[in-house]
C-alpha cells in the first residue's frame, strides 16, 4: 500500500489537506469558551448540510454504528415494532441491531442490489391499522450494493398509508456526497458519519432529531448513557459536553461543513455524479454491470461491480493493493466475491478518478479477465472532458 | 487562550509532536493487511501498560465514558448488584450510568478527598453472604479530587471476605501514569482513555477484560451492540474491526505504547511523581493544602488545589484563560468553586510545570489572595533542580 | 533538548503553529499562475512591514547572511568605499564581508555594548568633502550585545554632513519585532531574514531596495547572478522567479505579514515591549546587568545578561540544554564567556516568558551564583500582571 | 490547481509525507549539540548517493543555481577559461553564469535534443596544449530537453587528451534519479538541490567537492562569502554552521538519504527507468516523439514530448492547470511552445504516472490534436504490468 496512491474505498475516503490540519489541532481546554465555538457552528453547519430548519444535531465519538444505536435507544423502548429491508450488509447490520436491544422486527428481504420496496412498506404500514410500528428504518446508500433508495417514496408510502410510525435514515455513505432532504423528506432520525461525504477521519456518528424524535425520547424505556441525547443536549446548552468530545474531529467537522457550504451544496452533489458517470462509463465500456438493479438506483458515492460467474471478485482488490498499492472495496455478505466495489466519494478529482479506473483495468487484466487496457480509461475520458470546468482550488 | 502555552488541565494532555504526527495520517484500508500491523501491536503495548499477561484489550471510537459502559453491558445484566464509592465526580458518574442500566447499587458515600474506603467495602463484601454483588467498581484515580485510591487494598478486602465478586477499575486518568497492576491486582475490567496518560487526542475507550470478566460475557443480558466485545473479538481475530475504525488513533495508541516502553513504565511513574513533587511543593508555599486528604492519596496525574474559604477557586481558572491563556481545571460536583486543579500528566517538563506554577501565582494575586510571587516557583525550583537528570529526548 | 519546552535563542523563534502548516505545504508549480497570488502579496505585506511606500522587495532562498551580500553586489563595484561601526559580532561580520568583496573599510571600532556613534558618523562623512564614501552600513539590533542603535540618528549624521552616501541596514534581529522605518530614516537597503520577527524557519533573505539604491544597480560591477536583482526584478514582472523558489516558504512569509497586520504593528512592538521588561525586571532583580550600556540601547528581541566576572557564561547555556532542555544562547566574540542570551522575539507569551527565566534561575543557582530562585520570575510576573491584557488568539 | 492531484513537473517533485514531516520540525537551536547530529549524517548520505568516497559535502539554503555559483566562485579566479556545450536551457545558464563572473568561456553549440558531444570536448581538450581550460562544465540531464549526457564519457575525453582541467557536473534533475558516480567518472564539483530526487521542498543547494577542487580552492580568487566552502567548511569541523542554517531541510536531506539507502540506490534508479518507460511507451502510442534525439539520451527523470509542427505545446500545460488542475512543464528557450514536459522523478507509483498520461490525453484531445484517448494509457499500463512488484510501503 502507497500513501501517495489514492483510496477507492467507500468511505474512509482521501481526506483534502485543510481538513487533516483543522483534525490535527493542538490540545483545546474543551471546558473553555473556545469549545463553544466549534461545537455550535458546527452543528449548524450539519443542520444546512441535511436541509433541516429544525433538526437538533448530536455528535458522539463514535461511528455510524454508534449513530444506529443513539437512534434507536433512545426513543425506542423493550419490545417496539420496527419495519425494515434487508438489501444489503449494512441494513441487516442495523436489523441485527434492533434485535440485540430487543425490538421485535418486521423485515421485507430484498433482493441485493434493489432499492426499499416503497409500494411494499405502503402496504404494510396501511395493514397496521393498531400502528404498533414504531418505525421505519431506511438504508439511503447501500455501501455493499451501490444502490440509493428513494427516501421521498417511502416519506409518501407512510403519508398514504397514513401511519405514525418515525422514519429513521441512515444516510451514512449518501450525506454530504448525495441529495438528502431531512425536512422535506420528513425524516425524524437521519445518522452519518464523519469520515464519508464529510471527509474526514473515522470517529464522530453525527446524528440529527426531528422535533417528534424529541418527543419520543421521554418515554424511551431502552438503557442508555454514553448515547443519552438528553445528557448531550443539556452540555450543549450550557457550552459543554457529557464528557471528554473529540475536539479535533469537531473542529474538522465545522471546517468541512464550512467547504461544502462554500462550494454549494448543489455542486457538490453534481461533483459526485460526474464523478460516478466516469466510473460507470468505464464499467460499461468494460463489458461488466453495476450490482444496482437499475440506473435509477446507481449509487454516486460507491460503485458495486460484478465480475463474470466464476471469478473470485474479491482478488482484484487483494491483487490492488498487493501490486499496485491501490485500496478498493471487496464484497460483502450475499454479494462477496460477486462484486468489488470503488468508492468515489469525498474530493475526488478527474484525474485522481482516472487513476483508480486504470488501476482497475490493469488488475481485471493480470487476472485473466477479457479487457481492453485502456477502454474504461477512455470511456470515462469522454465523460470529464464533456464536463470539465475550472477546477475547485483546494487549499493546503 | 494561546495556543503556544501548555494546558494544565487533567487530560487531555498536551500531545507530543511525534504523537500528533501518528494520528494524524492519511488514510489507510482498514481492510487491507496494514491495519492488522497496528492492531495487534497497539493491544500488545497496552497490556503491557496494564502489567497483565492474559487480558483482553478492546479499543472502541469512544471516550473512557464508553469504556465503562462497555464494562458493565458486556458482563451483568438487570438487577445484578454492584458496590461502589462515591468519593468524587467520576465516581458518581460510574454509580449514575449502572443506575441507568438497571443495576442494583450499594453505595458507600465517602468525602470527597478520601479515597475507597477498602475496610468498609471488606465488612460489605464479608456480609454478603450470598454473595449477590457481582461487580466492587473502583475509581483508581479521581480526576476531580485528586486523589489516588489503594486498589490493592480493595483486592485485599475482596479476598479477606472471600467473595467472588469481580473487580472494575477506573483508570482513565491513573493508567500510564501512574502504576497499575491488572493482574497483581486481580483487575477483571480496566478501563482508560486514550487522552491521559497516553497523550493522544480523545476518541478512544481502551478496556482490559480478564478471563473471568471475559466468562461473564457469555451469560450478561444487557443490550448492547456497538459496545459489544464478542464482535469486537470476532474481528480482531480476523485482523478487521466491526464497524469502521478510528485508525489513526489507533495508530497513534500503538506509538504511544512505544514511546512508554521505551522510557520505561517505572521512569514514566517517577517523572509524573517528580512533577508532581513540584507542584505540591508550590502549594505548600503558598500556604495552601490539597484536596486530597493525606499524602498517601496525593494523585502524580492532578492536583486539586483548595482555595481559602468564601474565595470562588473558579475564578482562578477563567481568570487565567482570559488573562494568560492558560487552561486549568475548575472544580466539579461537591467541590465545585472550592478547588482549581493542575493537570500534571502526561509528557510535561519541569519548564512547562514552572510556567503553570507561575501563572497560577500571578491569577491568585490579581484575584486579591495572599500569595507571595514566586514562592510556589523558588519551591518547585528546588524540587526539580534537586531531582534534574539529563532530560528526555522528545523526537520531532 | 526537549521539543515541549519553548526556545529562548535570538532567533530561530518559536513558530506558531499556522505559520509552520503554511510553510509545510503541498508541493506547487511556481510557473503556475498560484505562484503569484502568494509572490505578489508577500512583497506588498513586506513592504507595509518595512513602513515604505517605495522600495523593491526581493526575496532570496538564503539567510540574512546572502541579503547582506545581495545589498552590497548589487549596488557597489570593486574599491568603493564603505563606512562602518564595529560594535558586536554581526557588525563585524557584515564589515568582514565588504573587505572580501574588494571594498575599502572605513571602521569605527566600537566597544561592544555600545549603539553606533552617530555623532562620528557625522565627523567622518562631514570630512569626506569628494564623497568617496558610497555607502555607510548600521546593524539595527546587534543580536550579539543585545543593543539597539538609532537608525534615525545615523540618517541625521548623513544629512547634517549633507552626504550622497546611501544607508544599508541590518534589519535581520530588529524588523518585525520592533519599530523600522524604511522611508523615515532614509535606508536605502534594508536588510533580514525570515526566521525572525517573521517567526517562520530560516531560509529566507528578504530585502528592501530604496529607488535611489535601484538606481546604483544599474552601474554596480561586482559580479553576482544568485543574487542578482535584476534577474530576480525581470522575473517578478513576469509573474516568476529566475530559479526554483522556496515556495512553502513564502507562503509562510505572506501568512506572517498578514497577523502582524491583523495585530498591528505597533501592538507587535509594544508586545515585544512588554516581554522584554519582564526579562529585564528580572535580569534587575538577580543583581545582573544586560550588556547593552544603557537604556536606550536596551533591545526589545534579545537580552545579553553579563555575569559576574570569573565565571563561564557559557555553561549556564550548556547546562540549560544538559539538564532543562532549554536553548539560550551564548555570548559571541568579544564577549563570549561574559554574556548569556535570552532570546524575546517572536510569538513569546507571559507564561513562555516566565518559563525561560525560571530556567535561567535553576541554571544559575546550580552553577552556583548567589541567585534567589524565584525572584526574577517574581520581578517579571509583577511587569506582565500590570500590562496583561486579553491574549493573542493564536489560531491553530 | 487542486492539491490532490499529482505534480508532473521535472521538480519540486510530489513529496512523500514522512519527508514534509521531517522538514516540518519544530525550532531546534542550531548551536546545540543536536544540529551535528542531523548535519553529519546528511554529509554522509550525501557521499553515499554520490558514490564518492573521499568528496567533502557542502549545503547551502540556496538552490542548484548557488550551487553552481559555489562550484565557480570557490574554485576560479577571475579570467579562468571554461569549456560547456550549450544543449538547453539549464547548460545556457551556466555558462551565463560563468560569463557574469568574468570566466571565459569556450562554448560548444549543440543542438537542444542531443548530448554533450564528448568527442568534440575531446578534440578542443587536445588543441588545449597549454591548458588554459582550467574547467569543465556538464549538464547531466537537460531538465528543458529531457536529455541525459554522458558523464564517462566526457571523462574519457579529459583523459584522452591527458588534461588536468577538473569537471563540474550539474545533476540537479539526475542525481538521486539516475545513476551518478562521482569518483568513478572523476567529477570535481558535483551539484544538486533538494528538490529533486530527494523529493524535498527547494532551498538547499547541495554540492561535492572533490580533493582536487578542495586544492583549488586555495588559490581562487572570485569574491565569495555567502557561497564560501572555507566558512562552511571550519563551522562543520566545530559541529555548526557559519550562519542560521535551514534545520529542517537539512533534517529532511538526511532522512531522505536514509530512504534511498534503504530503498537501494540501483533499486531508485530501476524504479525511475521504469516509470520512464511507461510514459515513454505512451508517447510512441501517441505517435508523437520525444525531444531526446536518441534512446540512449533519454532521461529518467523527465520527458520533453514534442507536439506537431503549428501547434503550441504551451497551450496543453496552461489547459491540463486550468481544466483539470493538473501541472505539467512547459518548453523552456529554444524548444518553448515545441515541447511540453512530463516529470517522472521522485517517489511516483504506477498510479500516479497513469493519472499524467490520462490527463495528457484529454489535453491533447480537448486541444484538436489526433490522440486516441486511451492509447497512452493503454501503452504505460503493458509497461507497467509486465514489471509491477510489491509496491514500495511508504511510511507515513
Request: proline share 5%.
Amino acid at each position: 500500500m502507497s500513501f501517495q496512491n489514492p483510496v477507492f474505498i467507500p468511505g474512509p475516503t482521501n481526506m483534502p489537506e485543510a481538513l487533516r490540519r483543522a483534525v490535527d489541532m493542538p490540545t483545546l481546554d474543551h471546558r473553555s469558551s473556545l469549545f463553544a465555538e466549534i461545537l455550535h457552528p458546527a452543528r449548524e453547519g450539519v443542520k444546512h448540510v441535511l436541509k433541516s430548519a429544525t433538526a437538533e444535531i448530536f455528535f458522539f465519538p463514535s461511528t455510524g454504528t454508534g449513530g444506529w444505536e443513539t437512534a434507536l435507544t433512545n426513543t425506542l423502548s423493550p419490545g417496539d415494532k420496527v419495519l425494515a429491508a434487508r438489501n444489503g450488509m449494512f441494513s441487516h447490520r442495523w436489523i441485527d441491531m434492533c434485535q440485540r436491544h430487543g425490538l421485535v422486527l418486521q423485515v421485507v428481504e430484498t433482493p441485493w442490489g434493489e432499492g426499499i420496496p416503497a409500494d411494499r412498506f405502503c402496504e404494510i404500514l396501511t395493514a397496521d391499522t393498531s400502528h404498533e410500528i414504531k418505525v421505519v428504518l431506511a438504508t439511503h446508500n447501500e455501501t455493499a450494493t451501490g444502490v440509493k433508495s428513494d427516501i421521498a417514496a417511502i416519506r409518501a408510502a407512510l403519508d398514504a398509508a397514513n401511519h405514525p410510525a418515525m422514519l429513521y435514515v441512515d444516510g451514512v455513505s449518501s450525506i454530504a456526497s448525495m441529495d438528502f432532504r431531512m425536512d422535506d423528506w420528513g425524516v425524524d432520525v437521519a445518522v452519518t458519519g464523519s469520515q464519508k461525504g464529510f471527509m474526514l477521519p473515522a470517529g464522530l456518528a453525527i446524528v440529527g432529531f426531528s422535533p417528534k424524535a424529541m418527543q419520543a425520547v421521554e418515554t424511551a424505556t431502552l438503557p442508555r448513557t454514553f448515547f443519552d441525547i438528553r445528557d448531550m443536549g443539556k452540555s450543549y446548552a450550557a457550552n459543554g459536553y457529557p464528557y471528554t468530545p473529540a475536539v479535533g474531529l469537531l473542529n474538522g467537522l465545522n471546517q468541512s461543513c464550512g467547504m461544502l457550504k462554500a462550494e454549494g451544496l448543489e455542486n457538490v452533489f453534481a461533483r459526485h455524479r460526474r464523478i460516478a458517470d466516469g466510473i460507470r462509463a468505464a464499467v460499461h465500456a468494460w463489458g461488466l454491470r453495476l450490482c444496482a438493479a437499475s440506473p435509477d438506483l446507481y449509487s454516486d458515492s460507491v460503485s458495486a461491480i460484478c465480475t463474470p460467474d466464476g471469478f473470485n471478485a474479491t482478488n482484484i482488490v487483494t491483487h490492488a493493493a498487493d501490486t499496485y498499492g491501490v485500496a478498493f472495496g471487496v464484497g460483502l455478505g450475499d454479494v462477496a466475491g460477486k462484486v468489488f466495489r470503488i468508492g468515489h466519494l469525498g474530493m475526488l478529482t478527474d484525474v485522481m478518478a482516472l487513476s483508480g479506473i486504470a488501476t482497475a483495468e490493469m488488475c481485471m487484466a493480470d487476472l485473466g479477465l477479457d479487457i481492453q487496457l485502456g477502454s474504461g480509461v477512455a470511456a470515462a475520458q469522454e465523460v470529464y472532458r464533456a464536463t470539465a470546468a475550472h477546477p475547485v482550488r483546494a487549499a493546503a
